[in-house]
């Protein structure tokens, strides 16, 4: 679960999931040459970890792993919400097995043994089809405006109010709290809202990300109800219950 090389700012995020180490290694290698940055996993539980703290824009994911199989990993990740594009990769030769991964919302198919090259040609082709990344702090590419208590926050204007009365929000803070509110009841580590958020790494002690969210907890102050939570040990959540459930309004 180490990444194979240090890249390029914003490079694309590669998570490998098998559990032999020798393809988890030949094909890191070759997808760090292409210049992808690679996480590797072993199992379920390890990806998870890693989705838990980076922002991953694809995943290669065996279907026959110990414990929870690659089929129940993604289905598992589907029913959770994760739109990550995953590619299965699979022994199995027979169409039923191919339409099982595909029907579990894999994104491909690929048969054991591959070529790395066949392998990197359909991870291209899959990311020139997702959509355009957005720069960190940027508005959304598409309106979305959601509301929760007496706030309303617009991502494609950048624009956040309370009571229809316009709040002053920094670009950090408007990365934040969009990240926040797109992983609704979801914990984020640190290391991946900030990741997500500003594009770059924690330092060791860097307590800036802390900052910035203790001062966008109280733009969104609303009596002592607070729609940031600090979940301990993991990092922090956004979390609108007890206030309305948010309301993601038609674009």
């Given amino acids: 679960m180490n990444p194979s090389m240090t890249t390029p700012h914003r490079a ?3 998570a490998i999931v098998d559990d032999d ?3 988890r290694q030949l094909l890191g290698s070759y997808l760090s040459r292409e210049g992808y940055e690679v996480f590797e996993a072993e199992n379920g539980a390890s990806l998870s970890s890693i989705l838990h703290r980076r922002a991953i824009a694809l995943i290669v ?3 026959l792993l110990p414990g929870e199989d690659g089929l129940s990993v993604c289905q598992r990740l589907r029913a959770a919400g994760v739109r990550t594009p995953i590619i299965i990769l699979s022994a199995k ?3 039923a097995d191919r339409i ?3 029907t579990m919302g894999a994104d491909d198919y690929v048969r054991k043994p591959f070529n790395p090259r066949e392998l990197r040609a359909r991870i291209q082709a899959i990311l020139r089809r997702s959509p355009p990344r957005e720069e960190p702090g940027g508005p959304s ?3 979305e405006i959601v509301r929760f208590g007496m706030f ?3 991502m494609g204007t950048r624009t956040l109010r309370k009571d229809g009365r316009v709040l002053g929000i920094t670009t950090v803070q408007f990365a934040i709290l969009k990240v926040l509110v797109r992983h609704t009841g979801q914990p984020l580590s640190r ?3 900030a990741h997500t958020a500003r594009g770059r790494e924690l330092g060791a002690f860097d307590r800036s990300l802390d900052v910035q969210v203790s001062r966008l907890r109280k733009l969104l102050e609303d009596g002592p109800f607070s729609y940031i939570l600090t979940v301990w040990g993991v990092g922090y959540m956004f979390e609108p219950s007890g206030k309305g459930n948010i309301i993601r309004l038609p674009h």
């Fill in 191 to 193: 290391e991946k809202l």
């Fill in 100 to 102: 099982a991964g595909l």
């Fill in 12 to 14: 694309d995020v590669i």
């Fill in 61 to 63: 994911l065996d279907v």
């Fill in 152 to 154: 309303e926050f617009d």
């Fill in 21 to 23: 180490p020798r393809v």
């Fill in 141 to 143: 590419i598409s309106s």
């Fill in 93 to 95: 030769a027979q169409d």
